[in-house]
């Protein structure tokens, strides 16, 4: 794409950057039904592209209160080719004044999980149900996930990941939308618009509770095998 085209389409994408999902879905059935050969490069290129320009866009996002005390937006990083992506909670202190996600304790942990996995934070996607942190590590309040989660369905909607773990109970919620929490949800798979995702316990839960280990690694192997069938 030369420079005008991607400002074009960057300004495409700006204005509909509250309802892109329609824009999306037809970007992808273009690119599908493409009978080029590299079409696998045209949609890395094209997930490189929307996910760049959906970052820029929402960097200077003002659509929640907790805009007023970002250092930095949390956007989610990772592999844009991911078959894994993990949704987190929320950014805490580390990761608003880094701007990465999971880059705290609980981000070591994931890092042991991962890399437990056989994987590395190369290979996977990292992204959390809201993308600027609360006063004092609060949990979200229901108007902040809300004018926060369609930027995430959004993202999913273009990484296309086989496979979703969410990590504690707000992003369980959230993406499943029920009201159950983590301790009835964990370890059973469920449909986040045709992609499996698996529910699993916060790495901070399990920095507070060991003991919950085993069965957070449960969940982990239930991952493993699916993504070798
Ligand atoms: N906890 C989360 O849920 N997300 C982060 O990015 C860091 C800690």
């Known amino acids: 794409m030369n420079d005008q085209r991607k400002t074009d389409f960057m300004n495409i994408f700006a204005s509909h950057v509250d309802h892109l999902d329609d824009l999306l879905e037809q970007q992808w059935h ?13 949609i890395a290129d094209s997930r490189d592209i929307m996910l760049h320009a959906h970052r ?9 209160k907790l805009h007023a005390g970002r250092i930095n937006m949390v956007y989610g990083e990772g592999n844009h080719n991911a078959e894994v992506m993990f949704v987190g909670e929320g950014p805490g202190q580390n ?34 149900i809201i993308k600027c942190r609360p006063p004092n590590n609060r949990n979200p309040e229901h ?3 809300l004018a ?9 909607l273009i990484i296309e990941p086989k496979i979703i773990v969410t990590l504690g109970t707000p992003a369980v919620k959230t993406l499943l939308e029920t009201d159950r929490g983590i301790m009835s949800l964990r370890g059973q798979f469920s449909d986040y ?37």
Not at 56 to 64: D, G, K, P, Y
Not at 196 to 215: E, G, I, M, Q, V
């Open 143 to 145: 108007d902040e996930i």
């Open 56 to 64: 820029a866009i929402l960097s200077s996002c003002r659509r929640c």
């Open 148 to 156: 926060c989660k369609k930027f995430l369905d959004q993202q999913i």
């Open 30 to 42: 273009l690119i599908e039904d493409c009978t080029e050969e590299n079409q696998d490069s045209l």
């Open 95 to 128: 990761e608003d004044e880094t701007g990465h996600p999971f880059v705290g304790k609980a981000g070591q942990l994931l890092d042991k999980i991962i890399e437990a996995m056989g994987l590395s934070r190369r290979d996977v996607y990292i992204a959390n």
């Open 193 to 229: 618009r045709g992609i499996p995702l698996l529910p699993t316990y916060h790495p901070s839960y399990l920095l507070r509770n060991p003991a919950a280990k085993k069965d957070a690694w449960e969940d982990i192997q239930k991952v493993m095998r699916f993504l070798k069938e």
